[in-house]
Nanobody, 122 residues
C-alpha cells in the first residue's frame, strides 16, 4: 500500500525556518522521484521542488530557489524540504507526491500525502 505522510508544518515568523518531512511507504525512493507542491487559499497548486530517483538531482521553483532545499534519506525512505528565509507568500498547504516509475520528476504524480499547513505570519 503506497502512502506518503507529511509532517513538520506549523506557524513561523517571516524570516524563520521550517523543515517538512515526507515519509514514504509501499515503494522505494530508489525507483520513484518525489516532489513537493503547495496550494495557497484561492490559488492553483504549484510545484515547489522535486528530487529525482535517477540521479538524486533537485529542481526548484524560481520563487523558492536559494531558500528551500530538498533532500532524501534512503535508509528512512523519507524526503525533506528545508525552508529558510520564509516569507508571508510561502503560506500554503504543502503536499508531497510520487512521480511515475523511473520518470525523473516529470509526468503525472499518482500518490499524494494529506498535506501540511505552513503559515508564515508575525
Amino acid at each position: 500500500q503506497v502512502q506518503l505522510v507529511e509532517s513538520g508544518g506549523g506557524l513561523v515568523q517571516p524570516g524563520g525556518s521550517l523543515r517538512l518531512s515526507c515519509a514514504a511507504s509501499g515503494f522505494s525512493l530508489d525507483h520513484y522521484s518525489v516532489g513537493w507542491f503547495r496550494q495557497a487559499p484561492g490559488m492553483e497548486r504549484e510545484g515547489v521542488s522535486c528530487i529525482s530517483s535517477i540521479d538524486g538531482s533537485a529542481n526548484y521553483a524560481n520563487s523558492v530557489k536559494g531558500r528551500f532545499t530538498i533532500s532524501r534519506d534512503m535508509a528512512k525512505n523519507t524526503v525533506y524540504l528545508q525552508m529558510n528565509s520564509l516569507k508571508r507568500e510561502d503560506t500554503a498547504v504543502y503536499y508531497c507526491a510520487r512521480a511515475p516509475f523511473a520518470s525523473g520528476c516529470v509526468g503525472e504524480y499518482d500518490y499524494w500525502g494529506q498535506g501540511a499547513q505552513v503559515t508564515v505570519s508575525s
